[in-house]
């Protein structure tokens, strides 16, 4: 019984090193591709990163991700400011709604949203397009013709979250700091110039720069998480469903694990 | 045709395992250049592992396979995909990528490894889709196409970039007869008129007889048998005879599946 049990998680932990391993070779294979390829001298291989096919999945990444983004944020700029004016009110400091609202924006939810909403829309569909094409054989087709199909797949949808979700993290921040005004000006009737100013007034650069890079790390999880599940999916339909399943799931709990250490990584060194 | 020429491919003593099961035991033969070489055998016998290991996809547990005095299960790099682009590979489900046209999927290859430029490419392209009979569907989608189409569109990319070999994983796999027939005509005059070596996995015997220059027939991952069409058709070995003529009664034993599967 007790043997059974340490046989049990021996084979997890051996299963989480196998994975952890797996997901490494995917990284390193795909920044080769990036950035040591296209340097190399090349006999035969024509162009190691295909420009349409990254703006390709930069407007499906991107800007067809904009409605979207729009939705979560915007809503969550509303429901931040009303909390927050309620609390505040108490305290007689209900203009500081408008900072709370920018900053943590910024710093937090702007990034994670936009990251959830994104591994949900374009890691599931990056996962499905892989598996789907791993189950029909089309994988090692391109294996066959020495194509790799780290460079031919990967490598466009990499470099194009990679832009994106940063991008998509600005805009998403606008949005909510847009429901917030919204609710400052409308609701609370703050003084449109004024919740501006007490909005931006705290706002550092820095805290941009802690979303953004925020959101880099978390386009790496999505790209990685997806394509892993992809690749690994076995049998037929029933496989590409659960790869899906798989990547969304765990790209969620990957971008808020990482959120939490890199805020406290920012947290602890008084960034 | 005289099979004592130049051997263009060899496997010698394949050894495969998966998970401590054996899929393939002691495998070797020698394959010439320019003859259809067909592997024969059940479902499950390894034949489609042992296509992917000859192709370079799988590598082997023991054993090499040599093609112009490289083992081609321990190269890599480079080297490796200069090798593999002299083969061309035919997929049981055509694996043509379904998110680009027909002529997209046979320009791939060219596109990718060579420096050639967009009208020369599409000149190729056509050229190769002429010759596997689908002119005019250059710009159908993959999903658009019949299962016989999708197989000859595969072929048409198989041999875009000029290989040495192609391999067929199960080409006639689904296919009506007429279809089955003209995949099968298809073979053997790309592979004549190609000058190429053909190497195919099946277990369609109407298609052996048609297409086979020599076959060899696998039987639980052994060899049980290399030689012309006439050899196997006149073969003393049961197991060799039953499968030929589909029989149920003899050395390989069904029931135990059967009974498995229905109970």
């Not at chain 1, 096919?53 to 930069?58: G, H, N, P």
Request: glycine share 8%; with cysteine.
């Amino acid at each position: 019984m007790i043997l059974k049990f340490v046989e049990k998680i021996g084979v997890s932990f051996l299963g989480s090193c196998q994975v952890l391993r797996d997901g490494t070779m995917l990284l390193m294979e795909t920044l080769y591709w990036i950035f040591i390829a296209p340097f190399q001298p090349r006999i035969e291989r024509r162009k190691p990163i295909d420009v349409k096919a990254v703006t390709d999945q930069m407007v499906f990444m991107g800007y067809d991700s904009v409605i979207i983004v729009f939705f979560v944020t915007f809503f969550t700029g509303i429901v931040l400011a009303m909390q927050s004016a309620h609390q505040l009110s108490r305290m007689g400091g209900v203009i500081y709604v408008a900072s709370l609202v920018t900053i943590s924006l910024c710093r937090e939810l702007g990034p994670v949203l936009t990251a959830l909403v994104i591994a949900g829309r374009v890691g599931a569909a990056i996962t499905a397009e892989i598996a789907s094409m791993k189950v029909n054989e089309q994988i090692e087709a391109l294996d066959t013709m020495a194509i790799s199909p780290i460079r031919y797949l990967v490598v466009p949808k990499f470099i194009a979250l990679l832009f994106m979700l940063p991008l998509l993290s600005i805009v998403g921040d606008a949005f909510g700091i847009l429901g917030g005004y919204v609710v400052g000006v409308y609701n609370l009737h703050i003084n449109s110039g004024l919740y501006l100013q007490i909005a931006f007034k705290f706002l550092t650069l820095k805290d941009v720069y802690t979303g953004l890079s925020k959101a880099m790390i978390f386009a790496v999880i999505i790209t990685l998480v997806g394509v892993y599940q992809g690749l690994k999916t076995q049998g037929g339909a029933v496989g590409v469903g659960r790869s899906t399943t798989k990547s969304v799931v765990t790209s969620f709990i990957l971008v808020i694990l990482a959120d939490c250490l890199m805020t406290g990584i920012y947290f602890f060194t008084g960034n | 045709m005289d099979l004592s020429q130049d051997k263009v491919l060899s496997t010698q003593r394949i050894f495969k395992s998966y998970n401590n099961r054996q899929v393939l035991e002691d495998v070797s033969f020698d394959i010439s250049h320019g003859e259809i070489f067909v592997i024969m055998g059940g479902s499950g016998c390894g034949k489609s592992t042992l296509l992917r290991i000859m192709a370079g996809g799988v590598v082997p547990s023991h054993g090499e396979v040599i093609f112009s005095g490289k083992d081609i299960g321990r190269i890599a790099g480079e080297e490796k995909e200069r090798i593999r682009r002299k083969f061309g590979m035919s997929f049981q489900s055509a694996a043509l990528l379904d998110s680009l046209t027909v002529e997209e999927n046979v320009s791939l290859p060219l596109k990718e490894h060579t420096r050639l430029n967009k009208d020369v490419i599409h000149i190729i392209a056509m050229m190769k889709l002429k010759l596997v009979g689908l002119q005019g569907f250059e710009a159908y989608m993959p999903n658009e196409l019949s299962g016989g189409m999708k197989k000859r569109a595969g072929l048409a990319r198989a041999i875009a970039l000029d290989p040495e070999i192609v391999f067929y994983d199960e080409p006639t796999a689904g296919l009506d007869p007429v279809a089955c027939a003209v995949i099968d005509q298809l073979i053997l005059d790309l592979t004549k008129k190609l000058n190429i070596t053909s190497i195919v996995v099946t277990h369609n015997m109407e298609s052996v007889f048609r297409i086979a220059d020599r076959v060899a027939m696998l039987y639980q991952g052994k060899l049980l048998q290399v030689g012309t069409v006439e050899d196997i058709r006149n073969s003393p070995n049961p197991i060799v005879q039953q499968f030929i003529h589909g029989s149920i009664e003899g050395p390989i034993q069904m029931e135990d599946k059967l009974s498995e599967a229905i109970f």
